[in-house]
């Protein structure tokens, strides 16, 4: 149906902890990702998408599991809190942890501000942050849409980032948007979107 074109994926670190962050277009994002990196990328997904019924509902586990998913309860008052813990271990044990800064998918195909998870990951971890931009998977599964459509997409990695001047403060909140910001400035950079500074949650809800 396609197959994506990949730049830079040399740029991602053949061992150790990685945080890869991106933008958020689309479901078909969590497939694609992992399908064009050389190792296993872990991300946190809704557990819904795990513990669904009959047939439908095991091949979903089923796939989900397979390319990395560790399904999380984000609808409690502590998802965030669980989805930050999870991430935490997954980088502690050396591996590589994909995560979407914007915490949902963009409403309208512009890049929306970050949430300062992304940063209290690599400020705890040391993990350096390799940006990422996913283009034209929203024209290849366009919101409500079912089966993608044919079409051309492209991953784009960028040059990975460290943070390590701000050892010790990642409970310093300038320090935590400072850190996402330069992260989303790279993404809007690699992604060519439009920046939007605010949360795309609020914006789905306004």
């Known amino acids: 149906m ?10 991602i670190p053949g061992d150790g902890p990685v945080i890869l962050a991106g933008n958020h277009l689309t479901f078909i994002d969590s497939m694609i990702l992992p399908l064009v990196c050389d190792r296993q990328v872990f991300f946190i997904g809704k557990d819904e998408y795990v513990t669904g ?10 796939f989900f599991t ?7 309860d984000r609808d409690g008052g502590r998802g965030g809190v669980a989805a930050l813990m999870t991430g935490r271990r997954v980088l502690e044990e050396g591996k590589v942890f994909g995560i979407y800064p914007e915490g949902t998918r ?3 195909g512009r890049l929306y501000r970050g949430r300062t998870g992304i940063a209290r990951l690599t400020l705890m971890t040391g993990a350096p942050v390799v940006p990422f931009a996913m283009i034209g998977t929203d024209k290849l599964q366009p919101g409500g849409a079912g089966l993608p459509r044919p079409g051309k997409v492209t991953v ?4 990975a980032m460290e943070f390590s001047r701000y ?15 330069s992260v ?3 993404v809007m950079r690699l992604s060519g979107q439009e920046y ?10 306004a």
Do not use: C, N
């Open 167 to 181: 050892d010790g403060m990642d409970r310093d909140r300038y320090v935590l948007r400072a850190v996402t910001d």
């Open 53 to 62: 019924k009959g047939l439908k509902g095991r091949l979903m586990a089923w």
């Open 106 to 108: 963009s409403p309208d």
């Open 156 to 159: 784009r990695f960028g040059e």
């Open 2 to 11: 396609f197959r994506p074109q990949v730049e830079g994926a040399e740029r």
């Open 196 to 205: 939007v500074d605010m949360y795309a949650s609020k914006a789905k809800a």
């Open 66 to 72: 397979g390319v990395g998913m560790i399904p999380v």
């Open 184 to 186: 989303m400035a790279e």
